[in-house]
């Protein structure tokens, strides 16, 4: 059985001949930049005036499918476009048949959505650009300094464990003078691609700036916390980094603390930045992690 094609929905071509419900439509659809948001405004706008079980916004270039309600059998299926480029795909069902005129209703309202879905689009990719470090494609540090409140808050509301651990590469000054900034930024890569390895999907790894970078470890304790900072330890050091036909060996300085009751972001930092110099004046390739906290 041949596969059947998507039918391929452009935005409305004249603003000026729409209905004025469709300007209100529009109107509403126009008022948020937030993806989620976005979908879920034009599933409402869609429930006025046709009945459906099930909607579903993909975009497999940018991993996103969104899903509200449930699938049924009988669906639409419409790929959005703009100036020819793929937007998302966008599939509604429900299970009875669509008419010749609800699917023109349908489509109506489609045509609206092409417009506030390409903003979304751009300013979803403006702030995950804004949030990564380009050398690293690591978080940076403009979304650790957001990131850090929100799970101090998180932890100490709901009583859980938060441990964050201060990284810095050895002597990465010396390598940059001997080797190069190029080299130095590659090695940057590899390790950033280390410290990955180790991580669980619940821990977030940023480039906090220049030779640092640092992670916070939800839900663990700190002797689970100071044996993960051993092993990447350990195993930065045992690494000989292909630099671009040029082997670099370096070493970690690790600090590691964790949340106290009465912490903010400024003093969870600050001892965490406190115990990583004691690492880096007691010999470098070295782990402090604090006490235990009664």
Known sequence: MQKKKNKIISSADNVTDLSNESLNSLFILQKTLDLNVLIELFDNELKRIIFHDYLNYKNSDEKININIGRVIQEKLTYDLRLNNKNIGTLIISRKKVFTESEIE?????ISLLIY??????LFRQAITNASVDPITKLNNRMLF???IEQEIDFAQRYKQKLLLMMIDIDNFKKINDS????????LLKNIA???????RRSDLV??????EFCII????MLDGGNKLANRIRKNISEEEFDCNEIIINTSLSIGLVELHDDDNSIKFIERADKLLYEAKNSGRDN???????I
């Open 105 to 109: 209703n349908i489509e109506e309202l």
């Open 116 to 121: 506030p879905i390409t903003n979304s689009l």
């Open 145 to 147: 300094d957001k990131i």
């Open 179 to 186: 080797f190069g900034h190029n080299k130095g930024d590659i």
């Open 193 to 199: 691609k280390k410290l990955i390895e180790f991580m």
């Open 206 to 211: 940023f480039r906090y700036g220049g030779d």
């Open 217 to 220: 470890l939800r839900n663990t």
């Open 287 to 293: 782990v402090i992690t604090e006490l235990h906290t």
